[in-house]
């Protein structure tokens, strides 16, 4: 049984331009076609039980839509092998109203990412967010440190997530990226201590693929953790607080799975990271899918 915490999708009709312009800005490349049946494919092809979405409201408008469609992808439970978080944006006009009705239809949780929103994680309309879905029990994906496609902007950096929990008060969060992006050493630091933070494998583990464009070259600018430091880090959280996360499209889901696999850490930690970190923080919405077609 392994659960997948960090993917992503888009529509059908905007997937190919979606990924296109991606790929460009990031200069790395996709391992699916960034669809629900393309990421359904690729977790046959890793033998993923279930895949957790996590979509990215980048405007204020697409919240609605977004939430809409999480509930369309949620309500199909068996059939699908996939669920997924809701979307909020900080400038949405009815955060609150908004945050409600994710609640109210089941979604466990919902995804902030601060660089692609242009608003800095410390900002007030951002810890307003994180307050409001404590005091209504969601969970926080949250992208954390730097983002391959703005390497220099710091709206997701540990030290500006630290002080927004600090403002916020009691929420769960998942922190993408095993804590922070390229900033994993600081992440240890501000967040191994705190109980209610939880990292994701997601994008961290060996070298990102170039997507061919020359930016790249392929070589030790590609690296990101090695697998020795990548073990050092789940003790330093314990892997009670790590969860699997591929990043899909943007990482190959087999190839994260061998990867984690292969790390030589003990068969309990192991089995927290694939899978019981995941069914203890999701509950019943893992239920739904652990029959999914996926396996089949």
């Not at 699908?80 to 109210?104: K, M, N, Q, T």
């Not at 050493?185 to 109980?195: I, P």
């Not at 330093?236 to 969860?243: C, P």
């Not at 239920?287 to 999914?292: A, C, G, K, L, P």
Request: proline letters at 4%; charged letters at 20%; one cysteine or more.
């Amino acid at each position: 049984m392994i659960i997948d915490v960090h993917t992503h999708t888009f529509p059908e009709k905007i997937a190919a331009h979606a990924l296109e312009v991606l790929s460009h800005n990031s200069h790395t490349r996709p391992f699916s076609d960034g669809t629900v049946p393309g990421l359904r494919a690729s977790m046959r092809e890793a033998g993923i039980t279930c895949s957790v979405i996590q979509p990215v409201a980048t405007k204020p408008e697409q919240v609605r839509s977004i939430n809409d469609t999480a509930v369309a992808i949620n309500s199909q439970g068996e059939s699908a092998g996939v669920i997924s978080f809701g979307g909020i944006h900080p400038a949405f006009v009815d955060v609150d109203g908004e945050l409600e009705r994710i609640r109210e239809a089941g979604i466990l949780g919902v995804k902030i990412h601060p660089v692609y929103q242009g608003v800095a994680i410390d900002d007030e309309r951002c810890v307003r967010i994180l307050r409001l879905c404590g005091e209504l029990g969601l969970l926080v994906m949250m992208h954390a440190g730097y983002d391959i496609g703005f390497p220099d902007d710091d709206s997701a950096s540990p030290a500006r997530i630290a002080r927004a929990l600090d403002m916020a008060g009691s929420v769960r969060v998942i922190l993408a990226h095993m804590g922070g992006w390229r900033c994993w050493n600081e992440a240890v630091r501000l967040f191994a201590g705190r109980e209610n933070v939880y990292v994701d494998s997601a994008f961290s583990l060996g070298k990102f693929t170039p997507n061919g464009d020359g930016y790249y070259s392929g070589g030790d600018e590609c690296m990101m953790l090695r697998d020795d430091e990548f073990a050092d880090m789940v003790r330093a959280f314990g892997s009670e607080r790590v969860l699997f996360g591929t990043d899909s499209p943007w990482s190959s889901q087999a190839d994260t799975v061998r990867a984690v696999m292969s790390l030589g850490l003990a068969e309990d930690e192991t089995g927290n990271i694939m899978y019981n970190n995941a069914e203890s923080l999701l509950g019943g919405m893992i239920t739904s899918v652990r029959s999914n077609p996926s396996q089949e």
